[in-house]
């Protein structure tokens, strides 16, 4: 069953998948006075001469997405980025419902996979959005991830002084075996990728590298170079049972040779009981 995703979940949970050292990204931040937009999620490369300012608009809901299109509320944030991207759970909206100008990006059950690039608008960051980062934005970065640790350390504490330490130290526990799990089904998913990609690699060498025999029997069965031995084996079982009638013939021969042996007895059966009437 798809997750269903409130708003800000879904803001914060891709703000925190863009986070790279070299990326810095707000979420929530009015780009400069009262009236100007406000992206849900927006970034910053950390680069003098390309820093592509990007803005991400959250939506969970069809008619709200439509609705922002209808408005162009998305084209106000071009003043402040060189892109707009929608961001939405798996199945809201499909990349041909995202206006031209604008990217896709969507949240599948284990990661974020863009849709559709955004097409680029460079423009100089306006003054008054680089004033608001350096006031707000400041809070708003990196001292705000850090206060949230805190407050996760200081909910621990007191968990742990309503409950006991043992009941404490099960419940970090927890959240660590999860985070394993999810770490592992990273690595899991990643290892069943690379195992495909290994296996088409084999496929395809061994498909150049078919000696002419084997070629020439597929061709001659109307089969792929690719297939299995069993496959082939099978082919020419089926050729053989269509040379000697098929399937239906052998049940046919099988019938009659059930009936000759049945006509065979009682000729026998007939012969000894005239026999016995005679003597």
Known sequence: ??????????????AGSLVVPDRMVWTDLQLGPRGS????VYTINKSYINPR?????????????????????????????????????????????????CGLTVRHE???????????NPRPIAQEALLKLLIDG????????????????DSTREFARKFGAEAAR?????????????????????????????????????????PLEWRGLCNALDLDVSVSVWKVQSAIRELKEAK?????AAALRHILR?????????????????EAITE
């Open 53 to 101: 300012p990007t803005a991400y608009e959250c939506k969970i809901s069809a008619a709200d997405f439509r609705s922002d299109v209808t408005s162009g509320k998305w084209s106000t944030y071009l003043e402040y980025a060189h892109s707009v991207i929608f961001a939405v759970p798996a199945g809201l909206i499909s990349k041909d419902d995202v206006p031209t100008m």
């Open 138 to 153: 400041v809070t708003r970065e990196g001292p705000r991830v850090r206060a949230r640790e805190w407050n996760k350390y």
């Open 170 to 210: 099960y419940v970090a526990d927890a959240a660590s075996v999860h985070n394993d799990l999810k770490q592992a089904e990273e690595r899991r998913l990643k290892m069943y990728a690379d195992a495909e990609k290994e296996c088409a690699r084999i496929r395809d060498k061994a498909m150049a590298e078919a």
């Open 37 to 40: 937009p406000r992206p849900d």
């Open 110 to 120: 284990n990661a974020w996979r863009l849709a559709k690039k955004a097409v680029v």
């Open 258 to 274: 059930f009936f000759r042996s049945s006509i065979s007895q009682y000729e026998d059966l007939t012969e000894t009981k005239k």
């Open 244 to 248: 000697t009638g098929g399937k239906e």
């Open 1 to 14: 069953m798809p997750k269903y995703w409130a708003h800000d979940e879904l803001a914060g949970d891709l």
